[in-house]
């Protein structure tokens, strides 16, 4: 159980164009989700707190308007990276997680390996 | 904040030989903990946590950590490693009750050698 799926696995753009990732938990409902992004080498830093119903969480420094948070569903959230630019290139994750307390600890998406040229 | 400190980026060990990886965290209430492993362009699976209770937690895998809070510690350990062990490993760290963002540390990539 506690499964949580993330497409597309890779994705190559050009610079300039707008990419959707998904993020979606296949059994079980999910209000709030994180993203994640993971440069090479290097820990995950935490983007932003999705919320179903409601406007995103960003953390300081990520801009708003460049990733663009949806959580129109209890099973599904969204980031759009919006004017890709090389720098954007990273590994993207989702994670999200049952309510039920006993349950705690986050699931992972396999994460999304976007490269913009 | 709450903050994870993993000291040691790489460890390497021989194969069947016993491993620990080194965790500390910071914080000023209760937290909870978590190991993580990821392999290379995978997400991360959650290998054990502490929530409360027994500060000696069981994983998967054969891996085990011991919560130490007078040394701030939740050090990973696994008595006998395998080559498939290979992979970078997390240390995370949450406040308690809620949604709670989790925080993670540098990451501590093992390396066993045949």
Request: net charge neutral; hydrophobic share 35%.
């Amino acid at each position: 159980g506690a499964v949580v799926s993330q497409h597309p696995s890779w994705v190559i753009c050009k610079s300039g164009t707008s990419v959707k990732i998904e993020c979606r938990s296949l059994d079980f409902q999910a209000t709030t989700m994180f993203w994640y992004r993971q440069f090479p080498k290097q820990s995950l830093m935490l983007m932003a707190t999705s919320n179903e119903g409601s406007k995103a969480t960003y953390e300081q420094g990520v801009e708003k308007d460049k990733f663009l948070i949806n959580h129109a569903s209890l099973t599904l959230s969204t980031l759009t990276v919006t004017s890709a630019h090389p720098e954007d290139s990273s590994f993207y994750i989702c994670s999200a997680r049952p309510s039920t307390a006993a349950n705690y600890g986050y699931t992972f998406g396999s994460g999304t390996r976007l490269t913009v040229v | 904040a709450q903050s994870v400190t993993q000291l040691d980026s790489q460890v390497p060990v021989f194969e069947e030989a016993p491993v620990e990886l080194r965790c500390n965290y910071s914080s000023s209430v209760s937290v909870y903990l978590f190991w993580y492993v990821q392999y290379p362009n995978q997400g991360l699976q959650l290998l054990l946590k502490y929530l409360s209770g027994s500060t000696l937690v069981k994983g998967i895998n054969g891996f085990e950590a011991e919560f130490n809070k007078s040394q701030t510690s939740f050090h990973l350990r696994k008595p006998s490693v395998h080559i498939s062990d290979t992979a970078e490993y997390f240390c995370a760290v949450s406040l308690t009750g809620g949604y709670q963002k989790v925080t993670f540390g540098t990451g501590t990539k093992l390396q066993v050698i045949p």
